[in-house]
C-alpha cells in the first residue's frame, strides 16, 4: 500500500508517493535523492544514518517515512548557511575528524542534535549534577555520541570536534 508524504527537507519542500513500509531512510536517498544519510547497517545500529528531524537527532533508518509526513529534514547537507559551514562542520574540518568520510554526516547531525540537547540542559547517564547546568565534557560527548560508530577510530578527534563546536 502507498502513501503520500511530505516533506521538507534542507528547507525544501517535497512530495513523495511512498511504500508504507519505506523507510525514512529510503524516502530521503530514493525519493528525494539526498546523499548525506547513509545506509550502513540498516537495523539502527551505526549512526550513518542519523539526521535532524524537528530539530531532534533521529536514525533514519528505524524511522518509517510515513510516521512523518509534514516533518522538518535536517541532512548535514543543510546544515550550511548560505555557503557557510555549521560551526560543527567546521570543528570537523579543522580537528581533522573524519577519515573515509562514510559516517560523517551522521555525526556531524548526531553532534548538532547532541549541542542542543546540552544547550537545552537535558542531563545524560553520565551527567554528574542532575540540578545543575549541563556542560559538554569529553565524557558527556562520547555518552551522548555512542550511537554513532567511526569504523576508521577518529573518536578522539570526534570528540575533541564536537567540544569545539560548543564554543
Same mark, same amino acid.
Given at each position: 500500500?502507498?502513501? &503520500?508524504?511530505?516533506?521538507?527537507?534542507?528547507?525544501?519542500?517535497?512530495?513523495?508517493?511512498?511504500?508504507?513500509?519505506?523507510?525514512?531512510?529510503?524516502?530521503?536517498?530514493?525519493?528525494?535523492?539526498?546523499?548525506?544519510?547513509?545506509? @550502513?547497517?540498516?537495523?539502527?545500529?551505526?549512526?550513518?544514518?542519523?539526521?535532524?528531524?524537528? =530539530?531532534?537527532?533521529?536514525?533514519?533508518?528505524?524511522?518509517?517515512?510515513?510516521?512523518?509526513? @509534514?516533518?522538518?529534514?535536517?541532512?548535514? &547537507? =543543510?546544515?550550511?548557511?548560505?555557503?557557510?559551514?555549521?560551526? /560543527?562542520? &567546521?570543528? #570537523?574540518?579543522?580537528?581533522?575528524?573524519?577519515?573515509?568520510? #562514510?559516517?560523517?554526516?551522521?555525526?556531524?547531525?548526531?553532534?548538532? !542534535?547532541?549541542?542542543?540537547?546540552?544547550?537545552?540542559?537535558?542531563?545524560?547517564?553520565?551527567? &554528574?549534577?542532575?540540578?545543575?547546568?549541563?556542560?559538554?565534557?569529553?565524557?558527556?560527548?562520547?555518552?551522548?555520541?555512542? !550511537?554513532n560508530l567511526c569504523r576508521c577510530g577518529?573518536? /578522539?578527534?570526534?570528540?575533541?570536534?564536537?567540544?569545539?563546536?560548543?564554543?
Amino acid at each position: 500500500m502507498d502513501g &503520500e508524504i511530505g516533506l521538507r527537507v534542507d528547507g525544501r519542500r517535497r512530495r513523495l508517493l511512498v511504500d508504507t513500509r519505506t523507510t525514512l531512510l529510503d524516502a530521503l536517498r530514493d525519493g528525494v535523492g539526498a546523499t548525506a544519510p547513509k545506509k @550502513g547497517c540498516d537495523h539502527g545500529q551505526c549512526g550513518a544514518c542519523t539526521v535532524l528531524l524537528d =530539530g531532534r537527532r533521529v536514525i533514519t533508518c528505524l524511522a518509517l517515512a510515513v510516521a512523518h509526513d @509534514g516533518a522538518d529534514v535536517t541532512t548535514a &547537507e =543543510g546544515l550550511a548557511d548560505g555557503g557557510r559551514l555549521h560551526p /560543527v562542520q &567546521e570543528a #570537523f574540518l579543522e580537528r581533522d575528524a573524519l577519515q573515509c568520510g #562514510f559516517c560523517t554526516p551522521g555525526q556531524v547531525c548526531s553532534a548538532v !542534535g547532541v549541542l542542543d540537547e546540552v544547550a537545552a540542559g537535558h542531563p545524560s547517564a553520565v551527567t &554528574e549534577d542532575l540540578n545543575g547546568p549541563v556542560e559538554p565534557t569529553d565524557a558527556e560527548i562520547r555518552e551522548r555520541m555512542s !550511537g554513532n560508530l567511526c569504523r576508521c577510530g577518529a573518536y /578522539v578527534a570526534i570528540v575533541a570536534a564536537v567540544r569545539d563546536g560548543a564554543r
